[in-house]
């Protein structure tokens, strides 16, 4: 994951321009319903969607998937009450999650957290609503949407039934909740990198442990102002397309952002927790390699003391103090059993002091 991965326009160009600036491809989705009825379509043309962005009489959701280009969102700007300033933050990807609410339109930027193939990345999601109109932009390869679109297709639960208001929530609920799936494998990862640092001094691990935690603080960073986002939402007085029932399952969905904000916070303290753990390791096993170079230094130090005093060259023939144990028919014996007995009664000590 990238520290900064916003696109913006050069400074001083002028508000709602349309540029794009990493063009790609991009597909467009239909879906067009009602209560009794409904019509989709998985890739239709700019034209197709002109003719649909026209079409009042039944809920119309478009989706596109990918970078949009400037003559689509021009395109969606003039037909709808779409302002250009949200289409430019459409365009530029990697804004902050924000809400903004009128008398009869809503516009969404969400972020999409996902793990695909152990990489982590952020997808931007935006939602424009109005009362017959719902246009969703989610920018990567991957569309988060797919089980909704099922659940229209097969008529299941109340999303046929409802305004598109409760798509919105429906949609929004989606994007949250893949919050929880990327946790998940943060939370296995945390536990098999504790596992390994309790049973062997792996180098490697202070490395993994700073890339998780990094992870965590961006997406803790990418992630916490859609807690904002969904509490605007509950509070929008003056936004008249937002149903009662709609607001009551958005609290569920603020529900979720709080429990993914608090699981986010728990993985970031054990992980400065694993941190810790490790240089503590790494310490103790410092410790215990200084400790046992101590010991056996100590131990050694009297004996090297003892060999180095009859290593002294002088003639004991010269003068009869001059080292008269040379000349003991057992002296180099009485030597080693010396040697011996410093060592026995030094390991006896330590034992002693438990200091062995």
Not at 11 to 37: A, C, R
Not at 91 to 101: A, F, I, M, S, W
Not at 108 to 123: H, M, W
Request: negative net charge; aromatic residues 8%; glycine residues 4%.
């Amino acid at each position: 994951m990238e520290l900064f991965n916003r696109n913006y326009h050069a400074p001083g160009t002028k508000p709602g321009t349309l540029i794009s600036q990493d063009p790609t491809d991009f597909i467009i989705d239909s879906v067009v319903y009602d209560e009794n009825q409904i019509q989709s379509s998985e890739v239709i043309d700019e034209s197709s969607m002109t003719s649909l962005l026209s079409t009042h009489d039944c809920k119309t959701w478009l989706h596109i998937q990918g970078q949009p280009s400037d003559n689509l969102l021009k395109t969606i700007v003039d037909m709808t009450a779409m302002h250009e300033l949200h289409a430019e933050d459409i365009l530029n990807r990697g804004q902050r999650p924000k809400v903004e609410t009128a008398e009869d339109q809503v516009f969404l930027i969400l972020n999409l957290p996902l793990n695909i193939d152990q990489t982590t990345r952020i997808e931007q999601v935006c939602l424009f609503v109005t009362r017959t109109l719902l246009v969703s932009f989610c920018t990567g390869d991957f569309n988060p949407f797919n089980k909704v679109t099922e659940r229209l297709n097969k008529g299941q639960g109340k999303l046929r039934n409802h305004e598109l208001d409760y798509l919105m929530y429906a949609l929004t609920d989606s994007i949250i909740d893949y919050g929880f799936p990327l946790l998940e494998v943060y939370s296995e990862n945390i536990q098999g990198i504790e596992d390994e640092l309790l049973n062997t001094k792996n180098e490697q691990m202070l490395t993994e442990i700073h890339k998780i935690r990094r992870e965590l603080l961006l997406i803790r960073r990418r992630l916490w102002p859609q807690r904002e986002v969904i509490n605007a939402l509950l509070r929008a007085d003056d936004c008249q397309i937002l149903s009662a029932n709609t607001l009551v399952h958005l609290k569920d969905c603020y529900d979720h952002v709080i429990a993914i904000m608090e699981l986010l916070e728990t993985y970031h303290e054990m992980t400065s927790s694993l941190m810790e753990l490790y240089l503590t390791s790494v310490s103790l096993k410092l410790n215990d390699v200084m400790k046992f170079l101590t010991i056996i230094t100590t131990i050694f130090i009297p004996p090297t003391l003892l060999v180095g005093i009859y290593g002294m060259n002088f003639d004991h023939s010269v003068s009869s103090t001059n080292m008269p144990e040379l000349t003991w028919e057992y002296g180099y014996l009485v030597i080693l059993g010396l040697i011996v007995t410093m060592i026995a009664g030094m390991f006896i000590f330590f034992k002693r002091k438990k200091w062995l």
